[in-house]
């Protein structure tokens, strides 16, 4: 069983980071919600660019590049209400995401992306994908608790970008 406790100790590890922490707070994520997939989102505010930093399935959603985060409601909710979006069927995923058929090939049909927001700026975003009608009012409300250890990897993630470390 995975638990906050088990976040906490791979965030306290020397060696193996951010990779330590981005498996621990993965672990918790599958833990408290549930997820197919799980992929972090930092955002750029100068140059208005998103960035995939993590990702459960490498091979479909690869951790590289970056993308401009193009203004749309999904943008609206979650960067600028600072709301989670919620998406319980392929429509509604649709609407938003342009990869939907990806999706959908991975078995997935619902997802929510979580804010995560220290002083006011979104560091990025929790990306959590499961089966269609997965993500119900309880679990949306228990995705809140994965904000603190999503903003503490966040800023594990900053920091080694800012010192160059990357293992």
Not at 75 to 94: G, L
Not at 114 to 119: G, H, M, R
Not at 130 to 143: E, F
Request: aromatic share 6%; net charge negative; proline share 5%.
């Amino acid at each position: 069983m995975t638990d906050l406790t088990d976040f906490i100790r791979a965030l306290s590890q020397e060696n193996d980071q951010p990779h330590a922490t981005l498996r621990a707070l993965e672990a918790l994520v599958k833990h408290v919600v549930g997820a197919r997939l799980f992929t972090l989102m930092t955002f750029d505010e100068a140059t208005g660019e998103a960035s995939r930093a993590w990702s459960s399935q490498p091979q479909e959603y690869p951790v590289s590049g970056r993308k401009p985060a193009d203004r749309t409601e999904w943008s609206e909710i979650v960067m600028e209400r600072h709301q989670t979006f919620v998406a319980n069927d392929i429509d509604a995923i649709a609407k938003v995401f342009p990869d939907y058929e990806l999706i959908r090939s991975l078995g997935c049909g619902s997802c929510i992306n979580v804010p995560v927001v220290v002083a006011g700026r979104v560091l990025g975003t929790l990306n959590i994908l499961h089966q269609a009608g997965h993500y119900t009012p309880a679990r949306v409300a228990a995705s809140e608790m994965l904000k603190l250890p999503g903003a503490l990897a966040f800023i594990l993630l900053e920091n080694n970008a800012l010192t160059g470390d990357s293992e």
